[in-house]
């Protein structure tokens, strides 16, 4: 019969049709599987048929219609592999990216931008300087003798061949560039990398992270200093946050103190994080010692300033428990990628 004739036309044509694309297999689904499909009307011929071959007719119909959705699924499943593995054949960079991830800040940078940003809302401005410094910047300006065990080869990077010039020690060299190029009132964060020769450890590395601050200017008190770092720990740590300031010593101020804010014991984090004492040490900061200022040509006896520094790593190891410092040098995606969402 011509009807079924035209039905085995069909499969043969389903089986042949061309499709090597995406387009392709789009145009396959709309005339075999959409809802204008070809097989449709064909069906609605049975009533042509005679009954007693009517369920041959049926099951010839309907194997059109697997065989249509057999090589559709097939075809897509293919198409869709290809295109994966296309993807790695050539790489080529303006692709729209996936949207998978779109990368995030380190947890270096988020809290050192959160640091910035706290200073900056009292009108402090962001200073930045050199990594290699001379002798004079990291050291003699800022009091710290010759016999002084930091400028020890075993804690100081020189360069080689030089007795003078090193990786800074620490960013407190950025206060010495500062005052003997800017006349006071001063008022800078430096943020910025430094280096010491330590063996790397879990807890230790070569290379890190500081926020030095500076305020000089005439009649800078030490209730200032301490207002002015209670309300970066209000910021940093939540409104209602304590600080307590204990006596210290740093070469280049006088007094020098540290600062610990209280974190409770009520969590076990927290107990382990300030060693079951409540109180989290912070910073080191001090007012400038009258010799630093001697040194850089800024007269003590009109002005005077404070002066604090941060370790960025270890703050950040705090506010995300991160308990080994080399997890933030290595650049491991894994661990990089936990910090999407925070800001
Ligand atoms: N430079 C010190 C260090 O690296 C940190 C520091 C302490 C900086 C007290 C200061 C300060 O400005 O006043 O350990």
């Known amino acids: 019969m011509e009807i079924f004739d035209q039905v085995e036309k069909l499969i043969g044509e389903i089986n042949a049709y ?17 809802s204008k499909n070809s097989i449709k009307p064909i069906f609605g011929r049975i009533k042509d048929v005679p009954n007693e071959r009517k369920k041959e007719f049926g099951q010839k119909v309907n194997e059109a219609k697997q065989t249509a959705e057999a090589r559709f699924k097939e075809l897509q499943s293919s198409l869709k592999n290809a295109g994966t593995s296309d993807k790695y054949k ?8 996936d949207g998978e991830w779109e990368g995030s800040r380190h947890p270096v940078s988020i809290v050192m931008n959160k640091i910035i940003h706290v200073f900056e809302k009292i009108g402090f401005e962001v200073a930045e300087e050199r990594e290699i410094e001379d002798d004079w910047h990291n050291f003699t300006a800022m009091n710290t003798p010759e016999d002084h065990p930091a400028r020890d080869m075993q804690d100081t990077f020189y360069l080689k061949d030089s007795k003078s010039s090193l990786l800074r020690t620490h960013t407190s060299s950025v206060q010495a ?55 970066f720990a209000r910021e940093m740590y939540g409104a209602d946050t304590d600080i307590r300031l204990r006596p210290s010593f740093f070469p280049f101020t ?66 995300y428990e991160i308990n080994d410092i080399r997890l933030l040098f290595e650049n491991d995606l894994r661990f990089l990628k936990q910090f999407s969402s925070a800001t």
């Open 90 to 97: 050539t790489f080529d960079p303006t692709l729209p990216m």
């Open 177 to 231: 560039r500062v005052m003997t190029s800017q006349k006071p009132p001063i008022r800078i964060i430096a943020p910025g990398r430094v280096y010491r020769n330590e063996t790397i450890s879990a807890r230790s590395h070569c290379q890190f992270h500081q926020v030095e601050g500076l305020y000089i200017d005439k009649n800078v008190s030490f209730a200032d200093m301490k207002q002015t770092l209670l309300y």
């Open 18 to 34: 061309p499709i090597s694309n995406a387009e392709e297999l789009e145009q396959f689904r709309i005339a075999y599987l959409g």
């Open 254 to 319: 006088e007094p020098s103190a540290e600062m610990d804010v209280w974190m409770g014991t009520d969590t076990d984090a927290t107990k382990r994080l300030t060693k079951g004492t409540g109180w989290l040490e912070v910073l080191g900061c001090g007012m400038v010692d009258p010799n630093v200022l001697k040194n850089c040509d800024i007269d003590p006896e009109v002005y005077s300033g404070f002066a604090f520094g941060i370790g960025i790593e270890r703050t950040a190891m705090q506010k």
